[in-house]
């Protein structure tokens, strides 16, 4: 089958590997239907990540389910299944917890941007639609297996009540459902902070009231004056840099939490000044399994619409070009076809 | 009037000084009916703060107004009160949030340890009671000043919710009144880290049900063998060092929040590990003023009980001593009597 595989900063290559098949007894294979190009994968394609050469890439996909171990109950071939990037048995003390991003039997989608995927903890893990979609409800679908559940995360974690004041610090994928996380948790003022036409169209379709184009202080300086001079009641840090979470930080008012799901890389916290300000910070990986019941039902029901975040369509044939085009922001989210 | 001053480490004096007045039209001045010695007083008696030689020093106070200003209309000379540590105006943005100790008039009590003390914004800082309690009452009540407040927002901070498994770090007063909140709060289960014995009985007594006397990783190792191998919902962090905040991390389990109250000395957060289980931190000064009309309601119908962590009763003569007795951990915290 294909797979794309990542070979150095740069080098995304569409090559030949045999299809992934069941190993594990809770195993499943999916034929994937559609796949997209994560901000994460940015982090290896820039060099900011170690990589291996040749190692599979890609971790968010729908598809349809092509084979299933023997102790898999739950699905069966022909069932249209949204993946979460983390696979979770969904029954260990940790997922009861709901923290099924930190599963005892954690696993991984890998090379999800080919033609067939291996998800572990089948069970546990996916979540199938009553009938199979329409291809215009792929993307929205798409986007629950990991950017809109991240989002969401970004949210809950960030304890965006009804009501509340929101900043949104990044305007990436992202960023853009964390504004749409927070539109239908109930936030009454969405500041989102873009200096990208396109973006600020999106989270202004998301739901952002505001949106401020400065960055670090003068970031954080706007939103105060938007803010009755205090800062956001909560703060949603999706880029993962040291310098978004401070302006995450300077942004928050006294007793709020940022909540943070980009990938730490080189953040440092202030831990004296949050806590004079007496201001958390609260997230990492998004536990997609717990939140994705939820979304896939606001979803069906239209109260849920990600997929604005996906402006290129590309065949996977094109998917160096995908790279490209997201590495040089004239893509805020690349979907790939099979 | 008499006050204790602190000169260098070590070093705290009785001294005459003048009775503090009115200055602001918003303040009051209040008769110290009783005071005590608090563990971040420890910090610069040890020398790990700055000192000026001969400040005023205390902060935690009970007693009877003795002269408000012409703008103080909720109360009067003889009102018996309790003043929270932080004053606040209770009114600005800041404070209309519940983070009154960010207050935009923020204040503080100095010189507690003394015959008298200055509160600002006393409308906005002071309880009182409806009439004088008994003598009797009087620990309790003041232990509401700050002690009994800051382990309630350690608790309400680390999102102790009805049911939950709790770790508290520190078997200061501060984390002894971290396991009363825990216990008022619905915790089910509250492990006191804990290697002194009198500390010990204290914490049983309000409401530990686990005690852990191994520190570091292997307190960790403890209590998640406590806590189905997975760590406790909720942790404390109720002293304020890198060690302990390390221990209060690894204590929780993934997705739950460490509440910290211990002015932190040299902690540095491991933002990664964090991230990579989900534990958040929040926390900081305790808003005392928030949580005070609750507490108190709690403390004059039997519910709360806080004084058993005066365990030493001196004459306002005898603070070096009290200083002592607590820095050599022979005292959990000290009583003065003016």
Request: with cysteine.
């Amino acid at each position: 089958m294909r797979v794309t595989t990542i070979h150095a900063p740069g080098d995304v290559r569409l090559e030949d590997r045999p299809q992934p098949r069941v190993q594990a007894p809770t195993d499943a294979v999916v034929r994937v239907v559609a796949s997209c190009i994560c901000g994460s994968d940015l982090w290896s394609y820039r060099g900011e990540n170690e990589i291996t050469p040749g190692t599979p890439i890609g971790h968010e996909i729908v598809g349809v389910v092509e084979e299933v171990g023997p102790e898999v109950r739950d699905f069966r071939a022909g069932d249209f299944v949204i993946a979460p990037f983390c696979h979770c048995d969904n029954s260990c003390p940790v997922c009861r917890k709901g923290m099924q991003a930190a599963c005892q039997n954690l696993g991984f989608t890998v090379g999800g941007q080919g033609e067939y995927a291996l998800v572990n903890q089948a069970d546990g893990s996916l979540v199938k639609t009553s009938e199979t979609p329409d291809a215009a409800q792929v993307p929205a679908l798409l986007a629950l297996s990991d950017v809109m559940a991240t989002g969401w995360h970004a949210a809950v974690s960030a304890r965006v009540e009804p009501g509340a004041s929101v900043v949104v610090v990044g305007d990436g994928a992202v960023g853009l459902c964390g504004v749409l996380a927070a539109a239908r948790l109930g936030a009454e003022r969405i500041i989102a902070m873009s200096r990208h036409e396109p973006r600020q169209a999106v989270a202004r379709t998301f739901g952002a009231t505001d949106i401020v184009v400065e960055r670090g202080k003068e970031g954080a300086q706007a939103v105060l004056e938007l803010t009755d001079g205090i800062g956001a009641d909560a703060v949603l840090e999706c880029v993962g840099t040291n310098e978004s979470m401070r302006t995450a930080l300077r942004a928050a008012r006294p007793g709020a939490t940022v909540g943070f799901v980009g990938v730490p890389h080189g953040v440092e916290l202030p831990v004296n000044a949050m806590f004079g300000r007496n201001v958390g910070v609260a997230g990492g990986m998004a536990p997609v399994r717990k939140y994705l019941p939820d979304l896939l039902d606001r979803t069906l029901a239209g109260d849920l619409d990600p997929s604005p975040v996906f402006d290129l369509v590309l065949p996977l044939d094109e998917v160096a070009e995908g790279y490209r085009a997201m590495d040089e922001r004239r893509a805020i989210k690349v979907l790939l076809q099979p």
